[in-house]
């Protein structure tokens, strides 16, 4: 069951991104002195054709928690990046949690087997950033401030915003608001993703409850009481995700709009709305790891992803990629996956700072137990 566990900081504008450039040549070979652990850029390091080089011989790159389906688009991220450069791939653990790279960041510290690479939600970032590499991709300058850590150590990639799909072929009339589920029709049919003291989707949907019920970044409380009187009243279902929804136990799914759109892609039936009362969305964190077992692969790897091709294969995972509004004006964005993504809400999208997220998660891992119970 696709279950990547993230609490994601919602960091930037979504609307106001930068342009999306291709990979390019530098200097055609890699010197033999070269320590890839502490290059910070590739424009100080003899350029990408020296990057690439030292990256094959390396000849492989340690990814965790990363889904082969359902998610982002990774497998074919994956796929294509080791034909572009005949890189071996391993990937640890795809159905873990943000923590758990954490954790395999300081519990495999000088072994092989190590992560070159992080997929995680920004706070996590932020609060380790001593685990983690300086370096800065090409394109770092068409990075956003506020998505982006100064030094480098951390940088956004992908996002969306918090929706409600639903089976049409189970539920008669579907939700598009959370006032919407409350009512009695949809007893044992709302699910989330996981528990939102350790799942980032869930935690995205208690806030956005929070925002449709009188919240707001500095209050997430509001949330935690409507899933605990969503679960008083029968409607709340423990866990979701792709498997439950096709499956009919979770007809009604409060997740990423991208993720949602993942189902529609296999489940004809299901239909995806943001919905009209909470308005909220967030990104997901890349960061290179200081002792990187690999580290000209895991740099190689970064640049690959933040490529035109990269974000239009996230794009592909009907993620918004953190340049889709530049390549947008720039022309090379993918059209024919930008025209299936949900309509985005109107008006300017806001974010919780990092302050406000690191409060709101204090606050939902003191309630959520007490108050809702086991479920979710």
Known sequence: MLNKLKVAAAAGVLSSLAIGVSITSGSAHASSTTNWSTVQSVSGAKGMA??????????????????????????????DFTAKYGIKINDENPNGSSQDEITAVMNDKGRAAAPDVLDVGTSYAVENAQLLAPYKV???????????????????????????????????KC??????????????????????????????????????NGGSFNNIEPGIKYFANLNKIGNFVPGGSAAT?????????????????????????????????????????????????????????????????GQNLFLQGYARPIELAAMTKAGTVDQSYLKLL???????????????????????????????????
Not at 54 to 75: C, F, M, R
Not at 148 to 165: A, C, L, Q
Not at 277 to 291: F, K, S
Request: net charge neutral; charged share 10%; glycine share 8%.
């Open 50 to 79: 020296a990057l690439v080089a030292a990256a094959k011989a390396e000849g492989s790159i340690n990814v965790i928690t990363l889904p082969l389906q359902g998610w982002a688009n990774y497998g074919a991220i994956m796929k």
């Open 342 to 376: 949900p309509a985005a809400p109107q008006g300017a999208t806001k974010y919780p700072t990092l302050s406000q997220l690191a409060a709101a998660k204090a606050v939902v891992a003191a309630h959520w137990a007490a108050e809702v119970g086991a479920a979710g």
């Open 245 to 309: 929804a096709a499956s009919g136990t979770t007809p009604i799914l409060i997740w990423w709009d991208y993720l949602q759109n993942g189902i529609q892609a296999t489940l004809k039936t299901w239909k995806v709305s943001i919905p009209t009362d909470a308005n909220y969305a967030a990104y997901y964190t890349q960061a290179i790891t200081a002792d990187a077992p690999h580290p000209a692969a895991a740099r190689l790897w970064e640049e690959y992803l933040y490529s035109t091709v």
């Open 138 to 172: 090409q394109t770092w300058n068409s990075i956003p401030a506020a998505t982006k850590s100064p030094t480098g150590r951390w940088f956004d990639d992908y996002g969306g915003y918090v929706s409600i799909g639903c089976d049409t072929a189970k539920v008669t």
């Open 175 to 212: 939700p598009t608001s959370f006032a919407q589920l409350t009512n009695p029709m949809y007893k044992n049919q709302v699910g989330i993703n996981g528990d939102p003291t350790q799942a980032g989707a869930a935690f995205g949907a208690v806030f956005a409850a929070s925002l449709a």
